[in-house]
C-alpha cells in the first residue's frame, strides 16, 4: 500500500491548511486511517484517526480545530486545520491499517509562524 500525502506549507497563525492522504488501495477496506505528526527533537504524535465505521477520534491538543474526513471515491484522507498555532508546527504522516498491517506516507511539513 502506498499513501501519498500532500497540502503542507507555510500558515500564519490562525490560518487554515488542508492535507490530503492519497492511498494506492481503497480506503473502504481500510481498518482505519489517520494522521500523525512529529516536532523538531520531539517523537510522533497521533493526531487523529477515522475509522472503517466512520468514527473520528482526535488527539486532545487538536480536538474542535482539526476535522479527519474521506471521500472513498477517490481513496484519499484530509486532514482539514483550522486556528493553527505555532505548535501545530510539524511533519505531518498519514498512516493506514489494513488488514492489521499499518502503512506509512511519507511526511509533508506544515510551519505556522508569522
Known amino acids: 500500500v502506498q499513501l501519498q500525502a500532500s497540502g503542507g506549507g507555510l500558515v500564519q497563525p490562525g490560518g487554515s491548511l488542508r492535507l490530503s492522504c492519497a492511498s494506492s488501495?481503497?480506503?473502504?477496506?481500510?481498518?482505519?486511517m489517520g494522521w500523525y505528526r512529529q516536532a523538531p527533537d520531539n517523537q510522533r504524535e497521533w493526531v487523529a484517526e477515522?475509522?472503517?465505521?466512520?468514527?473520528?477520534n482526535y488527539a486532545d491538543s487538536v480536538k474542535g480545530r482539526f476535522t479527519i474526513s474521506r471521500d472513498i471515491a477517490k481513496n484519499t484522507v484530509y486532514l482539514q486545520m483550522n486556528s493553527l498555532k505555532p505548535e501545530d508546527t510539524a511533519v505531518y504522516y498519514c498512516?493506514?491499517?489494513?488488514?492489521?498491517?499499518?502503512?506509512w506516507g511519507q511526511g509533508t511539513l506544515v510551519t505556522v509562524s508569522s
Open positions: 498512516n493506514s491499517i489494513y488488514e492489521h498491517q499499518m502503512y
Open positions: 488501495k481503497s480506503i473502504f477496506s481500510a481498518n482505519s
Open positions: 477515522i475509522t472503517s465505521g466512520n468514527s473520528r
